[in-house]
């Protein structure tokens, strides 16, 4: 195997203390992300994940079931590997620090900074948190309780075996600061180089007033400190001692990921371990910001947890992860909420990615009955479209190098909004019409094919699925699961001649309002004043006139295209859109200006009343009305999807 082409990526290992939650989703769908992307790039890639079994935490959760803590963890951890399948996770290998082979490695490291004078024993005072698994002094505590996590904390005195962190401070700095790499983002790096140069105190590295754990070689009264104990998985998960030469195309690592809570257990203890064991450090240790809900964090021991296994049932892995690695910004918080999954399911998966899929795939069927046609009539139009495909894949590969994954994925959108740009532009059911514009039409529905057959490769290590799906439909790719990175770095790939088939709808748009139904009958709380549901009813039941045919085909409503759209001066409301009919431009003047923003207009094609009497509203003329759903909370407008070009009649 070529050295330098292999890639070792881990994850924390988890607390199996009770079922993990989408916080936890978040650093495994990220890590799984840059694993398949250096794998479609042709590393060979080790991606490590797994639990951290041991402790205080783990014992006190077992007995609080009436469990052994073997039996209790077990369970859980059936479930956590089934949850990786269901978010698929493709990850290497799976570590328990249960497990005999890691055991023996704890074991051997202790015994080893032991004998070399690194580790001795003492007596230790501190306050002990145990949700994080960690002693504070008392000037560390904030108002009395964990500094971290703002938990109760206990007061805790037992002789314990100490390791000499101190001795190894100025040579981390050292690293630290030659490398700077080596710890990221930026702002994280400073901070851990103020708490370094703030002094290290030696670390408590063992308990004797519980028995959950790996036990110290030489002395059985202790146990090994937990994070001790954990941080070694990252070697014995590769073979540590047991199998030399995996160890020596894996180590060190390459990035260890994580959120920024366990940052300096990664960026201080841990490099200071393998110092004390001779070991390189690793390339980059990396911590991502958290995913907060509206009440603030997530945790599991505050009992605000969101499952996300339910959400993959409902809305599919893809969707989920989609959302996940969106929301990771460089170095900030996420926030979750159903709300905001299902609107970002909407616009840029239904709408967006969905729409180009569905748009092209209908032309190439209709136009060319289903057969990818050559392109053989270039415009200048067409180059711009390559050049913003090839910037999506420059840009793409250097925000995932960067682990700027929300950047990566709107690099990737951004290709997507050119690409339904292009249809705009290029009017491809207008060259239909002319027979002498065929090779056009071919071209540029080979274009649109090709910015597809080169999102879905770049959007592939995010939507695993998404090769496979969209294949189905416009067979792009010869073997969609083995996709290699840069062929999104070239053009013209798509095989003429193959054929495309009408498939499912790629993302189908959900309904908040009946997805919001559907979790409140789930919830059995549906309560008897005014549910949505209730009052969509009520509304219908409201007697009204029936007219006739004729009565109807007096209202002439035509789809209209927006292409230009702003907000009304001094009012709230009123937002003022051109639109187009045909050849015909009009203004209309709308009031759903609390409702969308006017750059998310435009482009989009609506459904208006094209023959109601002009009127002026705050001065500006309006010559139409657009046509919307509405509850008492919200306004949709209605869209039409297709290709039907503007200026078409609605009946
Ligand atoms: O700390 N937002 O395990 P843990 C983002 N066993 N990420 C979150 C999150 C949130 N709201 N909640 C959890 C431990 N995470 C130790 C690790 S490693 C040698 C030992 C993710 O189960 C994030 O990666 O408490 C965080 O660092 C980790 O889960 C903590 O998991």
Redesign the pocket.
């Known amino acids: 195997m070529e050295k330098g082409r292999n890639f070792y990526i881990t ?5 199996p203390s009770d079922n ?2 989408i ?2 989703a ?2 495994t769908v990220a890590a799984d992300c840059i694993a398949r992307f250096k794998r479609m790039q042709g590393y060979q890639v080790y991606y490590l994940t797994g639990t ?1 079994e041991h402790g205080q935490k783990i014992a006190r959760a077992a007995s609080d079931n009436n469990m052994t803590p073997q039996a209790y963890i077990d369970g859980i951890v059936s479930n956590i590997r089934r949850l990786w399948e269901t978010l698929l996770i493709s990850n290497t290998g799976f570590i328990r620090t249960t497990e005999a082979r890691h055991q023996q490695v704890v074991k051997k490291l202790f015994q080893q900074v032991y004998d070399q004078g690194d580790i001795y024993i003492s007596e230790y005072e501190g306050w002990y948190c145990l949700p994080c698994e960690t002693f504070f002094t008392e000037r560390q505590l904030k108002d009395g309780k964990c500094p971290d996590c703002e938990r109760e904390v206990e007061l805790l005195k037992e002789e314990s075996y100490f390791f000499k962190m101190s001795r190894y401070a100025d040579r981390l700095l050292k690293h630290i600061d030659e490398n700077p790499e080596f710890i990221q983002p930026e702002s994280r790096r400073h901070e851990v180089i103020n708490f370094i140069k703030g002094g290290l105190d030696d670390l408590c590295v063992s308990r004797t007033s519980f028995k959950w754990g790996i036990p110290v070689p030489f002395n059985e009264k202790h146990v090994v400190y937990v ?1 001790f104990d ?2 070694i ?2 070697l014995t998960g590769i073979g540590y001692a047991q199998d030399d030469s995996m160890f020596a195309e894996y180590w060190p690592a390459d990035v260890h ?3 920024k ?2 940052l300096r ?2 960026a201080i203890i841990w490099p200071i371990m393998l110092m004390a064991v001779g070991l390189p450090l690793p390339k980059k240790i990396f911590a ?5 809900l509206e009440g603030g ?4 021991s505050k009992g605000n947890v969101i499952d996300p296994g339910i959400l993959v049932d409902k809305y599919g892995a893809d969707a989920i992860r989609y959302y996940l690695i969106k929301e990771m910004s460089y170095g900030q918080d996420g926030m979750y909420s159903e709300e905001m999954l299902v609107n970002r399911i909407n616009s840029d998966l239904a709408n967006d990615l969905g729409n180009l899929v569905s748009r092209t795939a209908a032309m190439v069927i209709r136009y060319f009955s289903g057969q990818i046609p050559a392109p053989e009539e270039y415009a200048p139009i067409d180059e711009e479209l390559k050049q913003a495909a090839l910037q999506a894949y420059q840009e793409s590969t250097a925000k995932l190098e960067k682990l700027d994954f929300a950047g990566y994925l709107i690099s990737c959108m951004k290709l997507v909004a050119r690409a339904n740009k292009y249809i705009d532009e290029t009017e491809p059911w207008r060259l239909a019409k002319d027979e002498s514009s065929r090779g056009r039409l071919g071209a540029v529905l080979y274009n649109l094919l090709e910015c597809i057959r080169i999102t879905t490769v770049l959007m592939a290590p995010a939507m695993p699925q998404l090769p496979l799906r969209v294949n189905a439909q416009l067979n792009l790719f010869p073997s969609p699961e083995e996709l290699e990175w840069d062929s999104a770095g070239e053009w013209a790939l798509v095989p003429a001649g193959n054929e495309v088939k009408k498939g499912e709808v790629l993302f189908p748009r959900i309904d908040l309002q009946q997805m919001e139904e559907s979790n409140m009958a789930s919830e059995q709380e549906v309560k008897k004043d005014v549910p949505a549901a209730t009052a969509v009813k009520e509304e219908l039941k409201e007697e009204k006139e029936y007219i006739t045919y004729d009565d109807f085909s007096r209202l002439d409503l035509r789809v209209a295209e927006i292409v230009e759209c702003e907000k009304m001066e001094k009012a709230d409301k009123l937002l003022i859109l051109k639109v187009k009919l045909g050849e015909e431009q009009r203004t209309i003047v709308a009031g759903i200006a609390q409702h969308y923003e006017p750059a998310e207009l435009i482009g989009k094609k609506v459904v208006i009343v094209a023959n109601l009497q002009p009127a002026k509203l705050r001065g500006t003329m309006s010559e139409g009305m657009l046509l919307a759903a509405s509850d008492d909370n919200r306004v949709e407008v209605l869209m039409v999807q297709s290709d039907i070009a503007a200026g078409n009649r609605v009946k």
Not at 11 to 15: D, F, M
Not at 288 to 292: A, N, R, S
Request: no cysteine; glycine share 6%.
């Open positions: 994850t924390p290992i988890y607390y993990l939650h916080g936890h978040y650093t951290d994070w954990a941080l998985n990252y990921l994580m959120a809570d366990i257990f990664h991502h910001g958290w995913i907060m964090k997530m945790s599991k």
